[in-house]
């Protein structure tokens, strides 16, 4: 048989149609509406409160079949559950347990859980979030007790088919890493993860100069025989025309990826898979370069949509074999706004918990006087960290045939407490979001249209073309 119709477990691809245990061809009724949007990064319930434009951005849920978003919060009562991880993941993500009801009114069906602050306040809050969750009917998938349980498909029944969602973390901190049983230690709860060895490139003469640096340091031992690479001090070093990051996965997690979203997509009639990774870096518009072959592999394998969320900020969409690949969503909230936060992310700002609030951890007063968008710090000021899309893809025949954008704006300019809640972008803000979506998805192929403030992509059934 074809080689090129198999993929690396020996099974068909969806180009083959079958394998040796059933389809993985899709099976939705037609009409079948995926709603996806990025991270969910918030702290309080917004239903109920006074968000002018908020009932507009729910409205375009109201005919989903699945709505998807990334939670990145964990939801508990911290005054009876958790302590702050002992790994600091950047921040001490955690919400009100009134969450939970709060995602549902929203109209969230589907989140995934595997990213850098599923750990943040231990396993007790890591339980906490999925109980809260399944209290509410929210499907949810990427965290678990062992690996199996983090890396499996969880499932969504709906009117037009049964939906599988399987989700990883390429960004995650050591420990959150789940593990299963190895002879008598037993699993270690966690996230589902995707290791990746990073590579700085750097041109030949720098690579040189590096091995003369490693060559007069104790220890040093160069790597192996390859001449085009240096490992020095934990970093590791190759050649390359142009200085950069270059990202290789860990095979035997793709292996175990890869066969969670076959078995998911034996399972279901649509299978969504979801990646939360911030690499090459959250300055990067860019995706890291294993990321299209991999999402590639993920679709043959079985996806039916993949999602990336993770580096706050917009990146492009692909379209692969009727499929969507959307390399970045951002966000969907940006709530700034946390309490508590631990002491380490006190630390990391260099304030004092028995002289400054929670707010000012993560506020600049003393440069900025009053609270502002401006007197935010950090890497994830910009306005680009509060503008985004929510993505409503609709498909015929098993195959996407309409993808509709939404503009989105978080309310970068509102006061602290009541920054982070999305909006329809303004009518001159759209057409800036969705041109800069026509640019970043430009090297995939992609045209969006846009219409009266919404970014479209059109396609035919493949029967039709």
Known sequence: MDGDLYDDGGHPTQDGGFDTVGSIATNVEDGFTMVAVGDLLFARPVTKGYHPGFADVLGIFHEADVTFGNLETNILDVRSKGCPQAEYGGAYCISAPELGPDLKAMGFNMVSRANNHTLDWGREGMQETSRALDE??????????????????????????????????????PMARACDPAGEAPGRPGLNALRLIKNIVVPREM??????????????????????????????????????YSFEADPRDVAGILRNVRRGKQFSDFCIVTNHGHEPGEWSQEPPDYEQSFARRLIDAGADAYVVHGPHLLRGIEIYKGRPIFYSLGNFFCQDLRTPVGADMFDEYSKDPRVHTDAEVTVDEVAKGYPTAEGLVGPQSDAIYYESVVSVSRFEQNQLVELRLYPIELGRSKRFANRGVPRLAPATQAVTILERLQKLSKPFGTQIAIENGVGLIRLRPSSER
């Open 136 to 173: 509410n009917g929210i499907i949810h998938a990427g965290a678990g007790e062992n690996l199996a349980q983090a890396g499996a498909a969880r499932f969504l029944e709906t009117s037009r088919g049964r939906v599988a969602l399987v989700s990883f973390a390429a960004t995650f901190c």
């Open 207 to 244: 690579l040189e100069q590096l091995k003369r640096i490693g060559e007069v340091l104790p220890g040093f031992k160069p790597a192996g025989q390859d001449p085009n690479r240096v490992v020095l001090e934990e970093a590791t070093y190759k050649t390359g025309d142009h200085a950069g």
